[in-house]
């Protein structure tokens, strides 16, 4: 049982390129989440999801669009890449059936590096 | 505004010791919940404890211990007997609305042997 997987687990990009992050879960959760943690700093919710096909915007969502094609994977993309969105970026999906106290199950992260 | 206050930036004891790393938040909702999680240096995020808001019973679990006051609104962790692998960045975080996720700073517990 895997849990939750990120790909890649780094990735150095120039200004301007874009790229995707791929989040794959196999606990057949609802929710899925993608978060940003910067140096000395807590995780800022970027976007979510409730469901497949449906996606949301949290807390820090410029700059990022997200897919839910498919129940188990969460995508992340960054059209325009930028220095400011130098950071790790971590995936985390939950299950709700029991209420929103459920714990968010975490990948390992990405580290991404904008040059 | 801040919704999750970890004050403590950094906290070094030495093992066996007693530690406790506090957690101050902010909410006007009545329903909410709060968790802890620890972020160990290989950056895993890992759950430690979950607490409703209305159910303000403090918790035990091995050497780890919970205080959740809400007339204070403090959600504060205790390491019982400190081990070196409890080194780690420890994380507060609120959830209200259901889609509100507010993850404090984080406390780095350095625990020398």
């Known amino acids: 049982n895997a849990g939750v997987t990120q790909t890649p687990k780094f990735r150095v990009l120039k200004t301007g390129q874009s790229m995707t992050l791929l989040c794959a879960q196999d606990m057949n959760h609802e929710y899925m989440y993608w978060y940003r943690q910067d140096p000395g700093m807590g995780l800022r919710l970027i976007h979510y999801s409730v469901g497949e096909g449906t996606t949301a915007k949290g807390e820090v969502p410029d700059g990022y669009n997200v897919s839910r094609l498919k129940k188990q994977n969460f995508l992340l993309g960054l059209e325009s890449a930028a220095p400011s969105q130098t950071s790790v970026y971590f995936c985390a999906s939950s299950y709700e059936g029991q209420g929103p106290n459920q714990p968010q199950h975490f990948g390992d992260g990405t580290r991404l590096s904008i040059l | 505004a801040q919704k999750v206050t970890q004050a403590q930036t950094e906290i070094s004891v030495v093992e066996k010791e007693d530690v406790t790393l506090d957690c101050v938040y902010e909410t006007r909702d009545t329903t909410y919940y709060l968790f802890w999680y620890k972020q160990p240096p290989s950056g895993e995020l890992v759950f430690l404890i979950r607490?409703?808001?209305?159910?303000?019973q403090n918790e035990i679990s091995g050497r780890y211990s919970w205080n959740f006051q809400k007339s204070t609104s403090s959600f504060n962790f205790t390491i019982t007997a400190s081990q070196v692998v409890d080194s780690a960045v420890y994380f507060c975080?609120?959830?209200?609305?259901?889609?509100?996720?507010?993850f404090g700073s984080g406390t780095k517990l350095n625990v020398k042997p």
């Open positions: 607490r409703n808001s209305f159910d303000e």
């Open positions: 975080v609120l959830r209200y609305n259901f889609n509100k996720f507010y």
